[in-house]
């Protein structure tokens, strides 16, 4: 694949009317969108208003090149609703080198993220990676792990993960910690990764994903789960108006073929356009890397309630719907609405094992093979 671009993430952002009323611009605080002085000092000094305010409140980074050297923005604040609007770049240190986070939003509860390019510098390693290169230019060898992460206070922890750089997942989602449920929510969003754009691990609950565009990269994955025995469940999920381009799985749910105690349901898969995706509609419970530890176990993760309606485009492989359950946890209650996956000039095909389900409306095409 031809790819000359550079290695980023970016978000655009959703419109300025939506500022909250108490706004702390980071320039007010002496950041300068030169790309070279460092605004961690500035955008820290934004954060402790906002944070303090005991209304909502935003953090506001305008256009402009704003250089972050690290940056980690901690709670817990004084209010549940922090917004930082990003109409900007972030760019991180040359050759940034840790398995570290780059920017990290720690002990907050209620915080949304809006917009903005995190450019983490990823383009020499991407480049030479295609090249199949094995003398990487320095500095570049390495990946930056957790370039952004959200961690959230209250009885429900979340983390969440950016990353630009290939080899790497774009955007991990998981619970930390047992309790009630919270929110995620990313919009907007340019995702250009060498492994899921967005990943939604154990304990992923009211999660809301909308308007990504996915490519390269493996898609939009819930998983995998249930690598370890026991794990809390996923639910209450909506991945709606996401565009795959080229990559190897659209809409994704993946598990460990091993005994569990986990749950996936209640997920809505909307508006998907599929442009050459190898795996657009996939649910592979049989996941087990080097079939080592799991060979002819079954996974354990309850899989139900899960629908997807207005999934349209095409399919790089003959099967275009694959439903792999679990021989011991059948997958139910599964949805089909205005399915029409193509592949070449021929409609696709689709797999069902263990699986039961229904096509509620519309036209289903490849036609399912649910189990009655
Ligand atoms: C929350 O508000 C109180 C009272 O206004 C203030 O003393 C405290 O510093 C604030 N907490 C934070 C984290 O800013
Ligand atoms: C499901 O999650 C959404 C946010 O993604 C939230 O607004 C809604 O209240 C949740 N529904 C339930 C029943 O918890
Ligand atoms: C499915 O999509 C293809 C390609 O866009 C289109 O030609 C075909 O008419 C569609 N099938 C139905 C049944 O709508």
Redesign the pocket.
């Known amino acids: 694949m031809a790819r000359s671009t550079p290695f980023i993430f970016l978000i655009t952002l959703i419109s300025s009317s939506t500022l909250a009323k108490a706004t702390y611009n980071i320039v007010d605080f002496g950041a300068q969108p030169d790309g070279l002085t460092d605004s961690s000092g500035p955008i820290t000094s934004a954060w402790a208003k906002a944070c303090s305010s005991v209304r909502p409140a935003s953090v506001y980074i305008p256009v402009g090149t704003f250089y972050v050297s690290r940056l980690t923005l901690k709670g817990p604040c004084n209010n549940t609703d922090i917004r930082i609007y990003i109409h900007g770049t972030l760019v991180a240190p040359v050759g940034y080198n840790t398995d570290d986070r780059w920017i990290g939003i720690q002990f907050v509860d209620g915080v949304s993220v809006y917009g903005g390019v995190f450019d983490g510098r990823g383009q020499r390693l991407w480049s030479c990676k295609l090249a199949a290169g094995y003398s990487c230019p320095l500095g570049a060898t390495v990946s930056l792990k957790n370039p952004l992460q959200i961690l959230t206070i209250g009885p429900m922890d979340y983390e969440l993960t950016i990353c630009v750089y290939m080899f790497a997942q774009s955007i991990a989602i998981s619970r930390s910690r047992m309790g009630e449920a919270d929110q995620v929510t990313i919009t907007g969003s340019y995702i250009r990764t060498g492994d899921d754009c967005v990943s939604m691990g154990p304990g992923s609950t009211n999660v809301w994903i909308e308007g990504i565009h996915c490519g390269p990269g493996h898609g939009v994955s819930i998983g995998s789960l249930g690598s370890t025995a026991q794990e809390p469940g996923v639910q209450n999920v909506t991945v709606k108006s996401v565009v795959f381009t080229g990559t190897q799985n659209g809409l994704r749910i993946k598990t460990w073929a091993k005994p569990n105690t986990g749950f996936v349901q209640r997920v809505n898969f909307q508006n998907a356009i599929m442009r050459n995706v190898q795996n657009p509609i996939i649910i592979d419970q049989s996941y087990c890397p080097g079939a080592i530890n799991c060979p002819t176990q079954s996974s354990g993760i309850r899989i139900s309630q899960v629908t997807y309606s207005n999934i ?1 485009g095409s399919s790089a492989t003959p099967v275009a719907v694959k439903f792999d359950c679990s021989p011991s946890n059948p997958c139910n209650g599964i949805g089909l609405q205005n399915v ?1 996956l ?1 592949y070449g000039r021929t409609p696709a095909q689709s797999l069902c094992r263990n699986v039961a389900g229904s096509t509620t409306s519309g ?1 289903v ?1 490849p036609p399912s093979c649910f189990g009655t």
Do not use: E, S
Request: aromatic share 0%; net charge neutral.
């Open positions: 349209q029409n193509t036209i095409v």
